[in-house]
């Protein structure tokens, strides 16, 4: 039982590497050089935030869902330490709020940053889903080396 998991993990991983590879050669990125359009973009000032607000900055973002996450697994920890809980009562609940939250976080972050970073929409939609298959491939692949 456990070799057949094994062989499943191996062939995934496999696979996994070769789209890597292939993605990876299929465009010339070892020649790209990032360099500023004009002499106004080559240099940054506190001044010029072209109406920017608050909430666009990523670092915003980030430090929300750290504390966010630091919340729910300390609630979760809470929930499980206690010996009066109901244990197959919200587990259920519990995962499916859990997965929600990190998928919705994920695709519409993805989404956002990338229309923020001037790519056309129709590219941000393939990289959400590039992104979200990922994190699928990666769910399916700690199933089976979990089971």
């Given at each position: 039982m456990v070799s057949s998991h094994v062989t499943s993990m191996l062939v995934m991983g496999i696979l996994a590497g070769i789209v890597i590879a292939a993605i990876a050669r299929s465009r010339p990125w070892h020649q790209y050089s990032p360099r500023a359009t004009s002499d106004t973009e080559a240099g940054w000032s506190p001044d010029d935030q072209?109406?920017?607000?608050?909430?666009?900055?990523?670092?915003?973002?980030?430090?929300?869902?750290?504390?966010?996450?630091?919340?729910?697994?300390a609630g979760v920890v809470v929930f499980v330490s206690n010996p009066a809980a109901p244990t197959g009562l919200l587990s259920g609940?519990?995962?499916?709020?859990?997965?929600?939250?990190?998928?919705?976080?994920?695709?519409?972050?993805?989404?956002?940053?990338?229309?923020?970073?001037?790519?056309?929409?129709?590219?941000?939609?393939?990289?959400?889903?590039?992104?979200?298959?990922?994190?699928?491939?990666?769910?399916?692949?700690?199933?089976?080396?979990?089971?």
């Open positions: 072209d109406g920017q607000s608050v909430l666009s900055g990523t670092g915003l973002w980030a430090g929300a869902f750290v504390l966010l996450s630091v919340g729910a697994i609940p519990i995962a499916v709020a859990a997965g929600l939250f990190v998928a919705v976080y994920v695709v519409l972050g993805v989404y956002i940053t990338a229309t923020q970073r001037g790519h056309p929409k129709s590219l941000a939609a393939a990289e959400t889903a590039t992104v979200t298959g990922a994190l699928f491939l990666l769910a399916v692949a700690t199933q089976l080396i979990g089971a």
